[in-house]
Structures are given as C-alpha cells and as structure tokens.
T-cell receptor, first 114, second 112 residues
C-alpha cells in the first residue's frame, strides 16, 4: 500500500463551523505534512510532524489546528475560517523525517469557506 | 534550502524528449535535487532525486552538471499524460524534520 488517503475530498463550511480534514497512511512513514495550495500557485508548507510530534509550524494561524493521534493518522482541525482559507489542502508522508527521500502526497481535500 | 529557477512554461511534441531545466546556483554540497510534478487537480507526484551523479528511473532521467549549479529533467518520450507542472526542489538532510519547499515550477504542455 503506497497510498496517502485524504478525506473528505470536498468540504464546504461556513465561517462559524468546526470541521476536520483527515489523512491516513499505512506505509510506516514517520513524517507527515500538511500543505495548502491556492489556485495556480505552488503548494505551501503548513506543518510537519516527525515521529508524531509537531516539529515545524510555518506560522500558520491558530484557526488551523493539526493533530497526529498515531503514526498513521494526521488530522487538521478547522475553526472560524475565513473565505481566503479556501484552497486545496494536501497531506504527505515520508519514511524518515531527516533523510531526503520521496514524499507521498494524497489527492487533497478541496475546502470552500463561505 | 537553495533557491531554484525554472522557466514558467514549455511545450513538447508527443513522442519527443522533454528537457526541463533548473538552475540552483547557490546549492550547497549536501543538498539534493528533487523533481516532482503535479497533474491538474491531483497531489504532487515524486519523479526522481539525486545528489551528484546522473540518475535514471522508469519515469525520467536527471542530469546534474558537474558544478551542481543546474540540472535537467528528461522525459524521454513525452505523452499527453505528462502535461503537468514540474517542480525542481533543493533540499538538505537535517537529521530532523525538514521542509520541502515548492517554487513556481514549469508548466509543460505536451501536444499532438
């Protein structure tokens, strides 16, 4: 299994809603990542988890709250988002956080904030 | 991580080789060169990476100049399905979690 699975594929939420994005991998990878991608722009790194601990936060607003309950699962909790937060949210994983190697990306969750 | 420069767009005829250049003149000795691509509305896909030597896999070849200041990704027989944005990224091993930072990439259009 070389897949990173993201759910839901599409999400529409109001600015007062609380929702979560989920990411799962069963490759035994110990690093997991959240990226945000706006239309026609490259992906931008948001968070990196290394061995289930948050190791990089790219100054992301607190309305985005990541969580890594175990080595296979990564969540992104969303609360009080703004319309400008509408984007494709990509999850990725890699085998060893410190050694350069392949990042496996999911297909993304497309978020629309009304 | 070193910055990379890529042309914004390129065209290639189907069946021909696509040669995508990348400049990384400030690369450090321990930084690897990575290539990813992103087909429309999909997640990025790893293609290949290398440090000094040329690399080849089932998808592509990576040619790194001797001074390591530039590289070229070669898709030997481009098909319509290779139409995508191609990202050249430079990244160093850190011993801890490190970033993979995407630049603006090259939009490759493969045509009949």
């Amino acid at each position: 299994d070389t897949e990173v699975t993201q759910t839901p594929k599409h999400l529409v939420m109001g600015m007062t809603n609380k929702k979560s994005l989920k990411c799962e991998q069963h490759m035994g990878h110990r690093a997991m990542y959240w990226y945000k991608q706006k239309a026609k722009k490259p992906p931008e790194l948001m968070f990196v988890y290394s061995y289930e601990k948050l190791s990089i936060n790219e100054s992301v607003p607190s309305r985005f709250s990541p969580e890594c309950p175990n080595s296979s699962l990564l969540n992104l909790h969303l609360h009080a988002l703004q319309p400008e937060d509408s984007a494709l949210y990509l999850c990725a994983s890699s085998q060893d956080p410190g050694i350069p190697g392949e990042l496996f990306f999911g297909e993304g969750s497309r978020l629309t904030v009304l | 991580d070193a910055k990379t420069t890529q042309p914004p767009s390129m065209d290639c005829a189907e069946g021909r080789a696509a040669n995508l250049p990348c400049n990384h003149s400030t690369i450090s000795g321990n930084e690897y060169v990575y290539w990813y691509r992103q087909i429309h509305s999909q997640g990025p896909q790893y293609i290949i990476h290398g440090l000094k030597n040329n690399e080849t896999n089932e998808m592509a070849s990576l040619i790194i100049t001797e001074d390591r200041k530039s590289s070229t990704l070669i898709l030997p027989h481009a098909t319509l399905r290779d139409t995508a944005v191609y990202y050249c990224i430079v990244r160093a091993p850190t011993g801890t979690a490190s970033k993979l930072t995407f630049g603006t990439g090259t939009r490759l259009q493969v045509t009949l």
